[in-house]
């Protein structure tokens, strides 16, 4: 019950969406952080990192002494789907349960 949508703010819905975005791009970025760490951090390492979007194709490249590390790429529709889509449903959701105007919320605390 501690966690219940109908009891939560507006900062509660902005926490669950920041706490979301890091996370999905700390898992879609997973592979590819270690290999930017490695290059940007070792000092005898000689790399570069490059990204560009092509055709609605967003790529990243990430490369050290003249070869390929690591290489991803995305549709720019499917980025936009991960940021945006389960945080709209999540306001949406927590629109449909959030008690109406003048409507009490049961809390544990007493009302005065």
């Known amino acids: 019950m501690a966690f219940s949508l109908r009891r939560w703010r507006p ?15 700390l898992f879609a970025l997973r592979s590819a952080i270690a290999s ?3 290059v940007t951090t070792d000092p005898d390492a000689h790399g570069s990192i490059s990204a ?8 990243l490249t990430v490369s050290e002494e ?6 991803g790429s995305a549709s720019v529709m499917s980025i936009v789907l991960w940021v945006a889509g389960p945080p709209l ?5 927590w629109l449909a349960v959030r008690p109406r105007a003048g409507e009490r ?8």
């Open 52 to 59: 560009g979007i092509t055709d609605g194709i967003l790529t």
């Open 36 to 38: 930017i760490w490695r």
């Open 11 to 25: 900062r509660h819905l902005l926490l669950a969406w920041v706490t979301y975005w890091v996370l999905a791009l």
């Open 66 to 71: 003249a070869r390929v590390v690591w290489e």
């Open 105 to 112: 919320v049961l809390s544990g605390t007493p009302q005065r």
């Open 89 to 93: 449903l999540l306001f949406l959701l």
